[in-house]
């Protein structure tokens, strides 16, 4: 069993950045690709970023040039630095791991942005 706990969401000015953390624990042998997903109210969950244990990332074309991605596979922590946020990147945001065959989710963190 594998435990994701996240961190760092908050409100923001638009044009403002925040950082997320997620840090993973538990019975870990090896993870997988870990990333953010986020879902706005009356909205589908969707992806925002993913990163491979190997470093190899996958973004959102919405969030392209302003989000990073980024993981300590040691400490077993996925981050994502999200940098001229706007308006509509308000949403909760999830960390998701993948570890063997099963994929694991945290509880959210919320992000608001204000315009």
């Known amino acids: 069993q594998v435990q994701l706990v996240e961190s760092g969401g908050g409100l923001v000015q638009a044009g403002g950045s925040l950082r997320l953390s997620c840090a993973a624990s538990?019975?870990?042998?090896?993870?997988?690709?870990m990333g953010w997903y986020r879902q706005a109210p009356g909205k589908q969950r969707e992806l925002v970023a993913t990163?491979?244990?190997?470093?190899?990332?996958n973004y959102a074309d919405s969030v392209k040039g302003r989000f990073t991605i980024s993981r300590d596979n040691a400490e077993n922590t996925v981050s994502l630095q999200m940098n001229s946020l706007k308006p509509e990147d308000t949403a909760v945001y999830y960390c998701?791991?993948?570890?063997?065959?099963?994929?694991?989710w945290g509880q959210g963190t919320q992000v608001t942005v204000s315009s």
């Open positions: 998701n791991a993948e570890h063997l065959i099963l994929r694991y």
């Open positions: 538990g019975r870990i042998f090896s993870l997988n690709a």
């Open positions: 990163i491979t244990s190997g470093g190899s990332t």
